[in-house]
């Protein structure tokens, strides 16, 4: 479900001429049956409203004075969201007979033509107040204070995302109201600007319009409508033209696969980046620790704590935060059980709250391997939207291809990635012709041809996996082994800070064996996928071969490893794989 809240403006709107008819009030009920939220946004006076619609307790709370007080119904509370009008420009509106002339807790409410006087009154007295106009009416507020800002702060008392609102309305002071919901509609007889400046112009009127709005709710069918002003931005299709390529924020299955170091972690972080800065509540669930770093989320666990499932879903009750579910603290082992634990709950959330928006899942194919017959969701919308990050698409779950509508191929020879991929789901693949030798490829499952992305770069740089591979436990295949040349030790570096303990436990035979072979900066270039430190690493291997001095080569190599990794002064508490040699 992806709308949880329906928000609606009254006069001329829900009610005709201060009336709400009986059909509407019905409609109105079976949303809240269905466990959705309403909310009364108005312009209206509290008292006022209170005194001509006897049914506002069918709201979760009510907004009213443009945006300047809250309203519980349930606790019959109000709380006023700004300060209130300066007497001395009340006292001059009355002294100058403007009237009708209402005034609110905030709010201060005339009619054309009294505008002059009000613009008047706030120049001489110097006052920051702005005026908005609706349908004739005059209303004077504090600046910033309109019917979204009290949209926002009625979810924030939620726990409620905007992501997950269609808000309704008919005048030009619901501009904002509209634009600040998922999906803003208008009823037919709405002021013709917010028509067209709105995302579903609906073709009743009044409360009719308000009748047709809920059936489209709750039929599912709202859900389906593209909200292309929502589409979150990828990059520029290369080639010719070079247009836009967006992703819709909602019920999209993507994965992105490729070898490693071929950028899947910056393709995803730039997403990531832009979902977040547009609102959307995003989780990553990071078994490797590969986005410890990431700052615009709340890490939970570390190298030497495993997170938990309440830890996780306490923090994501608001929509707000966001959060990385570092998992690299946990053995291997159980990683996958914790994910299969986790997912549900997820799905548990967001149908109570309407958030998360986006589930990351790093390494997918370790969490939901290819011999698991089922995974813990059916509909990717059941998450809002599932992005899969994978080397091997053939290594997941034909139940986790099975949710996947759009492939992102990244690195080299991302054809035979997508190959790889149609052949896991048995499907044809993309013609190859035409496609890089390099870079990013989108393929639309549904769509005949793939095209290349040049991918919208992410505006902060992040230090990749620094934690992860300094003091974390990396997997077996991505490990370095001391063997010597006789393979007579077999000595596993889980990471770096094991790495340089175990070099300098090893004897000089073993060291200069795999310094020749130039095998360190091999392991830093596929596995830490650290082309900066592989390069100067591989200088030291060049520049120390046939001079046999094993003490000033491990003295240089360890050297340019702590210069660019922050290595622990202890070794971690807690070796989750101490028994996985």
């Not at 079976?30 to 008292?47: F, K, P």
């Not at 300066?86 to 006292?91: D, L, N, Q, T």
């Not at 939901?368 to 698409?393: F, N, W």
């Amino acid at each position: 479900m992806r709308y949880h809240v329906l928000a609606c403006d009254f006069d001329d709107t829900l009610a005709t001429r201060g009336a709400v008819a009986d059909e509407t009030v019905r409609a109105l009920e079976r949303v809240s049956r269905s466990g959705r939220r309403l909310l009364l946004v108005t312009g209206r006076e509290l008292d006022d409203l209170l005194a001509v619609f006897p049914h506002a307790d069918l709201f979760d709370l009510v907004v009213a004075e443009n945006g300047a007080l809250l309203y519980d119904p349930g606790e019959r509370t109000r709380d006023t969201l700004a300060p209130p009008p300066p007497e001395e420009f009340v006292e001059r509106l009355k002294g100058q007979g403007v009237t009708p002339l209402g005034v609110g807790a905030v709010i201060v409410a005339t009619r054309e033509p009294y505008d002059e006087q009000v613009n008047d009154a706030i120049r001489d007295f110097g006052l920051e107040l702005q005026v908005i106009r609706n349908k004739g009416a005059v209303m004077v507020l504090p600046p910033g204070v309109n019917k979204a800002s009290g949209l926002a702060t009625a979810l924030r008392r939620l726990n409620l995302s905007q992501h997950n609102v269609v808000a309704v309305g008919d005048a030009e002071n619901d501009h904002a109201f509209l634009a600040a919901a998922e999906c803003g509609a208008a009823v037919a007889n709405a002021v013709p600007a917010l028509r067209a400046q709105c995302d579903l112009p609906l073709d009743g009127e009044d409360g009719a319009g308000v009748v047709e709005l809920a059936e489209l709710l709750l039929s599912g069918e709202l859900d389906e409508r593209p909200i292309p002003r929502h589409d979150v931005l990828l990059g520029r299709a290369g080639g010719d033209g070079g247009g836009e390529v967006r992703l819709p924020p909602y019920g999209s299955g993507l994965v992105v696969a490729g070898p490693s170091g071929g950028g899947k972690s910056t393709v995803t972080t730039a997403l990531l980046e832009r979902l977040i800065e547009g609102g959307h509540q995003c989780v990553v669930i990071d078994p490797e620790g590969d986005y410890a770093e990431f700052p615009e989320a709340a890490v939970l666990g570390d190298p030497d704590r495993p997170p938990g499932v309440e830890e996780v879903l306490k923090l994501l009750e608001s929509p707000e935060q966001s959060a990385v579910v570092n998992m690299i603290g946990m053995a291997l082992r159980d990683r996958p059980a914790f994910f299969a634990e986790l997912l549900p709950r997820l799905t548990a959330l967001r149908t109570r709250l309407g958030h998360p928006h986006w589930v990351v899942v790093d390494e997918a194919h370790h969490l939901m391997p290819a011999e698991l017959q089922e995974v813990p969701i059916k509909d990717v919308r059941a998450l809002g939207s599932l992005l899969m990050i994978t080397v091997h698409p053939e290594a997941l779950s034909p139940a986790a291809l099975r949710l996947v509508g759009t492939v992102l191929a990244v690195g080299a020879r991302p054809g035979r990635t997508l190959a790889a991929f149609a052949d896991a789901l048995g499907r044809p693949a993309p013609p190859g012709d035409g496609l890089p030798e390099g870079g990013v490829v989108l393929w639309r499952c549904d769509a005949d041809r793939a095209q290349p992305v040049e991918v919208e770069p992410a505006r902060t740089e992040r230090t990749r996996h620094r934690r992860k591979y300094a003091a974390g436990t990396m997997s077996k295949d991505k490990s370095f082994y001391f063997t010597g040349p006789a393979n007579r030790l077999r000595l596993r570096a889980r990471n770096l800070h094991t790495f340089i303990e175990l070099s300098e436990g090893v004897d000089e035979e073993t060291w200069l064996y795999h310094l020749e072979r130039g095998d360190y900066s091999r392991w830093i270039r596929e596995s830490l996928g650290d082309d900066e430190l592989a390069d100067a690493v591989a200088g030291v291997e060049r520049c120390e071969r046939g001079e046999r001095d094993a003490r000033d080569s491990l003295r240089r190599v360890t050297a340019l490893i702590e210069e660019r990794y922050t290595l622990p002064s202890e070794p971690t508490k807690y070796d989750p794989d101490h028994d996985d040699r």
